[in-house]
């Protein structure tokens, strides 16, 4: 365990942190979360009561780190599940520990079950203002005059759209202006998708229990959650470790260090395959990019009438200029070459800014086909493959793909909207079919393998939803590759490190105006932060919730 002093943002603390396997923080579904909590009651005979116990008493925690106790007031709203369970023990620990608080029920007294009946029974015994909400109107002077609101309305039960009374009080509590603390997750998102389901809480802390829940770390959700912690509520680790299907939280181990006697060989050779008539910008991204993020020789090979252009601003590329169509891409003749000189590589990145032009998408599926190297395919590749998915299934060397959602849809033959909300099944599905890894980009980018595992990235910031973003990616995941790390590894590294280099971009410049040229000056300084500490702030969003 590293210990870092997160206050000492003054000298910009650079954590010299490891990243390890053993790290790697798992992520659950509502039903996986559901069989744990099962697990524990029944095997290992931990009641019901204890486990709400645990998560009660840490959420109670942080309203005294965050909040204060004593002499504050809180106000807390209680749904009719196991969630308003857990708000009961959060009530009966602040009374205990000298706060003031009034439970407000939105569900009726009598049919709590459980632990949460236990607990709401052991509260009517003390003197706690329990009140019935039978209109939002009640409730607006109590928020009005609270140091602090905790939602234990709905945590994973959540299993329809918000509406009534229930809405009109979220509303009013995200009008409050008081700090708000959710339990499990903020009242109104999608434990399984991030989804907001009509209406939902915005806390500014949340402490979810167990293990975070796939809503807590995808957007919406995640950005409704404010700071989140996990508390483990004693689960024994082996249970949380879970299935290998898991979805775990990004963080790929470090780059192997390079040898004091590297030459441009052995950190990586790649070749490019990309660019068309006026798609001057993503050849070159990609192709620079590669040798920004450390890889050692970087080939392109673009139509011959752009290399005169995109040569003034990477002269360090080395260029394999290619026949073109009479549109200005590359022509089906050049096959025979591509094919041999990819045979060369360590890996080929096929697509940036080739276009639809019919001849090069015929290229770019008999190359698929054929290149028995790693390839990653990007943009115009992956729609000249996408209705064609045995050619990527079928390749004998790994492929990578890394479509935005749009490619995606292509891909996976699902609606756009399908893939917002159900990002992970879809991504699992189509990274098993295809034989691939996919890693679907976004806010949070996904990196799905073959095998079901899901990696969720955090690094990254919304100033980077911008033209070339990608293209940059591309090239930064071939570097990795060349620089030694197993392929897997070397695609986590590389979205983790191309959202890095945003986020330093982001802070130098603010995230506004941020352009793909940016992310690809700031590489050299996201390996160089990668690899002897990111700034505080960074790491500690990278790691995810802190461990309570
Ligand atoms: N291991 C753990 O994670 C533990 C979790 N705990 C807490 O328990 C909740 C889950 O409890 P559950 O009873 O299953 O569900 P909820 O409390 O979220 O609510 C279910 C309740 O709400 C109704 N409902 C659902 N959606 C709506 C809606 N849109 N409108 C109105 N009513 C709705 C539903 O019908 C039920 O009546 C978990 O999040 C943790 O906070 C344990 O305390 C400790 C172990
Ligand atoms: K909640």
Redesign the pocket.
């Known amino acids: 365990m590293i210990f870092i002093d997160f206050k000492d943002k003054e000298r910009r603390n650079f954590c010299r942190e490891k990243r390890t396997k053993e790290s790697v923080m798992r992520v659950c579904s509502v039903q996986e ?1 559901r069989a ?2 099962r697990y524990a009651i029944e095997h290992l005979a931990i009641p ?1 009561e204890i ?2 116990e645990n ?1 009660g008493l840490a959420a109670a925690a942080v309203l005294k780190r965050e909040i204060g106790i004593p002499g504050r007031k809180f106000v807390i709203f209680c ?8 708000g009961f023990v959060v009530a009966r620990k602040v009374f205990s520990d000298g706060g003031t608080v009034r439970v407000f029920l939105l ?1 009726d007294p009598e049919k709590f079950r459980g ?1 949460a009946r236990t607990n709401l029974d052991i509260l009517k015994r003390l003197p706690i203002d329990l009140i019935s909400v039978e209109s939002a109107e009640q409730v607006r002077c109590d928020i009005r005059h609270c140091h602090g609101i905790v939602d234990a309305i ?10 009534g009374l ?1 809405k009109e009080v979220i509303d009013l509590i995200n009008g409050s202006g008081r700090k708000v603390l959710s ?3 903020p009242s109104g998102v999608n434990g399984d998708t991030g989804e907001i ?1 009509g209406v939902a809480v915005q806390a500014d802390f949340t402490v979810t ?2 293990l975070p829940k796939i809503g807590n770390i995808l957007y919406p959700g995640f950005s409704r959650g404010g700071k989140l912690h996990v508390c483990h ?1 004693s689960f024994p680790p082996d249970l949380q470790a879970g299935t290998s299907r898991g979805v775990l939280l990004n963080n790929p181990p470090p780059v192997p260090p390079r040898n004091l006697d590297a030459h441009k060989g052995s950190v990586g050779e790649a070749l490019f395959i990309a660019g068309a008539a006026n798609y001057f910008g993503a050849p070159c991204f990609a192709a620079l990019s590669f040798l920004k993020a450390g890889g050692g020789y970087s080939r392109l090979a673009a139509p011959a009438s752009m290399i005169p252009s995109i040569a003034q601003r990477g002269g360090e590329i080395v260029f394999v200029p290619q026949r073109e169509t009479a549109a200005g891409s590359l022509s089906g003749d050049n096959f025979e070459e591509l094919l041999a000189l990819s045979a060369k590589m360590d890996m080929v990145v096929i697509g940036p800014g080739l276009s639809l032009e019919e001849e090069t998408k015929s290229l770019v599926r008999a190359l698929v086909q054929d290149i028995a190297r790693p390839l990653l395919i990007d943009g115009d590749g992956i729609t000249a493959v996408a209705s064609r998915p045995e050619l990527i299934s079928e390749r004998k060397a790994p492929t990578i793909l890394t479509p935005h959602p749009g490619e995606m849809a292509r891909l996976s033959g699902m609606s756009i909207q399908d893939i917002r909300r159900e990002r992970i099944r879809i991504l699992q599905e189509t990274a098993a079919n295809l034989r691939a890894i996919v890693v679907l980009k976004g806010a949070h980018s996904l990196i799905g393998m073959p095998d079901g595992r899901v990696f969720i990235n955090l690094s990254g910031n919304p100033g980077m939803a911008t033209a070339g973003s990608g293209d940059v990616l591309t090239g930064t995941i071939a570097a990795m590759y060349g620089q030694g790390l197993p392929l897997e590894d070397a695609v986590c590294k590389g979205v983790l490190i191309h959202g890095l280099s945003g986020d330093l971009a982001a802070e130098a410049r603010g995230e506004d105006g941020i352009t793909a040229q940016d992310i690809l000056n700031f590489l050299p300084e996201a390996r160089k932060a990668d690899r002897e500490g990111v700034p505080a702030e960074l790491f500690r969003r990278y790691s995810g919730p802190e461990i309570l």
């Open positions: 979360m744990m909590d019901e486990l709400m998560a749904g009719g599940g196991n969630n308003g369970g857990d569900a632990a709905f945590g994973t039960g959540l299993d329809r759209p918000v509406g229930f339990l499990d997750i389901m229990f167990g509520i």
